[in-house]
């Protein structure tokens, strides 16, 4: 194990993790990059994974634990964390993960559509921080919410979740303020990040290759980074970042002029 391994381990021992949707994609990557850093973890989504995130921690496999749970079902989500006091006693960090769209152009879409979407990616959000809160009030801790680029710049295909994920950005600058001390509450924001699904975005190899290029990074992130970016947020070394957004982005997008000179 490398040195900074160790010192992850060390920062989140004995802490309880919970990542709404930890069960693949980004939020695999978070419950995998806190299990490694010690925590116990805890990851819910709708459907049983058939591999839980799982990490050596001092060479002994150690594993997320699952409930199932929709967070978009208020009495769902009551019951996980019912569970989770129940089981684990207590609870550290959230990360406030679960979320996604599919591509549908605004006018194609029906309003049904666009509830969902705004539901799963706002509404749900705000119910499981607010559960959370109420445990986190005992001895402190963290609210991670994943937003999303998409809040800050159009979102062609995916209105309603980048409104939604814009709403994200609004409340955690409130929830900090009715929450502080006890509990930070603070916004991560992805770019493009490649998971298991990205194909379905950005089609194949050559797809990703096409979209990586116009990162100054050269790459899309990997879960691994927006998990690094979470160990630091839910830490003692973040202790004064409250209301806050980290935008995770490779530098953002080239402007697109500097396209433009290069066919010129
Ligand atoms: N991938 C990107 O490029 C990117 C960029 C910026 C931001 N983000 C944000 O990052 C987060 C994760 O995205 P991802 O790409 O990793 O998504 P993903 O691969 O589609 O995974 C979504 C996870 O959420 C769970 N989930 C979905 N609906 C749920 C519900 N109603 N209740 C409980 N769990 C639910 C899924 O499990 P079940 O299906 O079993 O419920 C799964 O574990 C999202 O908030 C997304 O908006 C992603």
Same mark, same amino acid.
């Given at each position: 194990m490398s040195d900074n391994k160790a010192h992850l381990e060390q920062n989140y021992q004995g802490q309880v993790?919970?990542?709404t949707g930890g069960t693949k994609g980004i939020g695999f990557g978070i419950a995998v990059g806190f299990l490694t850093a010690g925590a116990e973890v805890i990851v819910c989504g709708r459907k049983e994974p058939e591999t839980t995130p799982q990490?050596?921690?001092?060479?002994? =496999?150690?594993? #997320?634990?699952?409930?199932k749970a929709d967070v978009k079902d208020t009495d769902s989500t009551a019951s996980l964390f019912k569970t989770i006091e129940e089981k684990f006693g207590r609870l550290d960090v959230l990360v406030n993960n679960a979320g996604g769209s599919p591509f549908a152009l605004a006018d194609k879409a029906s309003p049904r559509f666009h509830e969902s979407i705004i539901k799963l990616n706002l509404i749900a959000p705000l119910n499981v921080a607010q559960q959370a809160n109420y445990i986190l009030q005992k001895n402190g801790g963290t609210i991670i919410f994943i937003g999303s680029i998409s809040a800050m710049r159009a979102? =062609?295909?995916? #209105?309603a979740y980048g409104a939604a994920k814009a709403g994200i950005l609004s409340l955690v600058k409130t929830l900090a303020v009715e929450w502080a001390p006890k509990v930070r509450v603070v916004a991560l924001s992805?770019?493009?990040?490649?998971?298991?699904?990205?194909h379905l975005h950005y089609g194949d190899d050559a797809g990703i290759a096409k979209v990586s290029a116009t990162i100054p990074a050269g790459?899309?992130?990997?879960?691994?980074?927006?998990?690094?970016?979470?160990?630091f947020l839910a830490s003692a070394q973040a202790s004064y970042s409250s209301g806050c957004n980290l935008l995770l982005n490779g530098g953002g997008e080239m402007p697109a002029f500097l396209?433009?000179?290069?066919?010129?």
């Open positions: 993790v919970l990542v990490a050596l921690v001092n060479g002994i =496999p150690k594993k #997320a634990h699952f409930i979102s =062609p295909g995916t #209105a992805p770019g493009l990040v490649k998971t298991e699904s990205s790459r899309m992130a990997v879960p691994e980074d927006i998990a690094n970016a979470c160990l396209n433009a000179n290069e066919n010129n």
